[in-house]
C-alpha cells in the first residue's frame, strides 16, 4: 500500500463532474490498483475514489486515474509532505463473532428462508475484494449475492453494494442483484438498500435452529 499525504486538488470526470480545491489529504493506493483520497475527519468515507480495474499515470506533479468506464480523477500534487509504501501481505479476512457465522451456515442450509425457489452456488464466493457470504441463483436464472448480518445497519449495506459492483464487471454472470439479511435490520439500513435496489429480509435465528417462540429455553 502507497501512503501520500500532499497539498493537492482532485478533479473527477465520469457520470458528472466534481472538484475538491487545494487541501492537504491523504491519498491512498491500495495493493489491488484502488486508490482512495482522503480528508482528516468525515469517518473511514474517501472524498473521492477509483476501484479496480484502473490506470494510474504518474506525471510527477500529477496522477491521472481512469478506468474502463471512461471515469477519470486527476490528483494536482502541490506540495508532497510524506511519500510511504508498505507491504501488508495476505489478509485473513474479518472474522464474524459465533452467532454471526452460524447464522450464514444456517441460512445456507435453507436458503428458502431468504427467497423461495433460490438454489445456492456456494458460501464465501471470493472476489478480489472479499467473499461474499451466499451466491445463489433463482428461478429466473439470475445471479443473487446475500450478505448475512446479526445486526443490519448500513456499513452492511456498503459492504453488499461493493460485492455487486465486483460481480456486475463479469458480464457472464448476467443479471445480479443483491439480499440484505440480518436478524435485525436498522431503519436508515432499510431504506438505503431499498435505495439500492436490494431486497431486505429479517431471520429469526432461534426458527432457524429449529426452535419455535415458545419453547422452554434455560436462559
Known amino acids: 500500500m502507497r501512503l501520500v499525504v500532499a497539498r493537492?486538488?482532485?478533479?473527477?470526470?465520469?457520470?458528472?463532474?466534481?472538484?475538491?480545491?487545494?487541501?492537504?489529504?491523504?491519498i491512498m493506493v491500495k495493493a489491488d490498483g484502488c486508490v482512495a483520497i482522503h480528508a482528516?475527519?468525515?469517518?473511514?468515507?474517501p472524498l473521492n475514489w477509483m476501484n479496480a480495474p484502473?490506470?494510474?499515470?504518474?506525471?510527477?506533479d500529477s496522477w491521472i486515474v481512469s478506468?474502463?468506464?471512461?471515469?477519470?480523477?486527476?490528483i494536482h500534487l502541490l506540495d508532497v509532505l510524506s511519500d510511504s509504501s508498505h507491504a501488508?501481505?495476505?489478509?485473513?479476512?474479518?472474522?464474524?463473532?459465533?452467532?454471526?457465522?452460524?447464522?450464514?451456515?444456517?441460512?445456507?442450509?435453507?436458503?428458502?428462508?431468504?427467497?423461495?425457489?433460490?438454489?445456492?452456488?456456494?458460501?464465501?464466493?471470493?472476489?478480489?475484494i472479499g467473499p461474499i457470504d451466499i451466491v445463489c441463483r433463482d428461478p429466473d436464472g439470475h445471479f443473487v449475492a446475500i450478505e448475512v448480518k446479526r445486526r443490519g445497519?448500513?456499513?452492511?449495506?456498503?459492504?453488499?453494494?461493493?460485492?455487486?459492483?465486483?460481480?456486475?464487471?463479469?458480464?457472464?454472470?448476467?443479471?445480479?442483484?443483491?439480499?440484505?439479511?440480518?436478524?435485525?435490520?436498522?431503519?436508515?439500513?432499510?431504506?438505503l438498500a431499498e435505495a439500492r435496489g436490494f431486497r431486505v429480509v429479517e431471520v429469526n435465528y432461534d426458527e432457524l435452529r429449529g426452535m419455535r417462540p415458545d419453547d422452554l429455553t434455560l436462559f
Open 88 to 128: 501488508l501481505g495476505d489478509d485473513p479476512g474479518l472474522q464474524k463473532d459465533g452467532v454471526e457465522a452460524h447464522l450464514q451456515e444456517l441460512l445456507a442450509a435453507s436458503v428458502h428462508a431468504i427467497e423461495i425457489g433460490l438454489t445456492l452456488i456456494r458460501r464465501e464466493y471470493p472476489t478480489a
Open 153 to 191: 445497519d448500513i456499513d452492511g449495506v456498503e459492504q453488499l453494494a461493493r460485492y455487486i459492483e465486483r460481480l456486475r464487471l463479469d458480464s457472464s454472470l448476467g443479471n445480479v442483484r443483491g439480499v440484505f439479511v440480518a436478524q435485525v435490520v436498522k431503519p436508515q439500513a432499510r431504506v
Open 8 to 26: 493537492c486538488t482532485v478533479d473527477y470526470r465520469g457520470r458528472l463532474e466534481a472538484h475538491l480545491p487545494e487541501a492537504v489529504r491523504l
Open 67 to 74: 478506468n474502463p468506464k471512461g471515469e477519470e480523477i486527476t
Open 54 to 60: 484502473n490506470t494510474l499515470v504518474d506525471r510527477g
Open 40 to 45: 482528516d475527519g468525515g469517518a473511514y468515507k
